[in-house]
């Protein structure tokens, strides 16, 4: 298989490091504006550097991996080329598919949203499949962000509330680590020795969700006796309506992923 990355950028390495480590057998060819950049991915995963038209001709698989507002810039260079028979794989955020069927006709389409925990190869990735992806390039999809951690197909227009929810996910489990570490030094702590509990706290939490079978109120349950300290920390928290707070944010960020949606489907 022949990978083509077009942007070889924090989120290409990362891929390349996974499908290293995966020991897949593929090809990647890599373009990016900076040669620097280019020799880097060379060095560390054998990419070979090649012009955006050289590596489009060659590659089956096309992956688009600049920030959205380089997108369109990137599509025009790539107008004129035959896409027909490749999979092009796009993971910027907030572009629909619409946008790349109206710019690059022939090439099967799939949007895809990792984490920023894809630089730990433990993102998950939900991806979305426009008209005429055939099952094998569904695998193939599949399998390439399986080397960044979990996969989910969702349906498009389920996009917005996945980017919410895991796209901008790590975001909020790190304020609330710093939140946290705050409050610990508030009562008393070492700053140091706050941020080292709050970060340890919240690694070990994720280890017990991973390992175990019981959802996160099961767990939590388990840790909250009746009239214990958790409990009163946990009163106080739904007191101040977290839930709501929660809701609201997560409604924002599907609200502003709608919005740049808008911006670029038009
Ligand atoms: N990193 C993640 O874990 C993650 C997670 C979810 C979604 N994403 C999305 O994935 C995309 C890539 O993210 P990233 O973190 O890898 O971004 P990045 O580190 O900025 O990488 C993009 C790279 O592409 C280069 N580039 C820009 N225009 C180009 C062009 N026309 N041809 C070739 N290369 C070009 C950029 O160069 P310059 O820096 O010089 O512009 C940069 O080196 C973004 O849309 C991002 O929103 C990333």
Redesign the pocket.
Known sequence: MKLGF?????????MMRGLRAQNASCDMLV????PE?QEILRAAYAARPAA?AALTAEAEVILL????N??S??LT?LQGHDLSGKLLIS???GIPLRFYSARLPGAARVRA???????ALR?VTGLAAGGGVSPAQRETAAAIFSALGKVLWIEESAMNALTALS?SGPAYFYLLTELMAEAGAALGLAPATAQFLARETMIGAGRMLESGAENPAVLRERVTSPGGTTFAALRSLEADDLRAAVRRALAAAAARAAEMELEFGA
């Open positions: 077009l942007g070889g950028g924090n989120l290409a390495a990362s373009h990016d504006v900076d950049r955006a991996l600049v920030k959205p380089q997108v810039g990137l260079s993971t910027a955020a949203l990792p984490n920023t925990s894809s630089a993102a796209g």
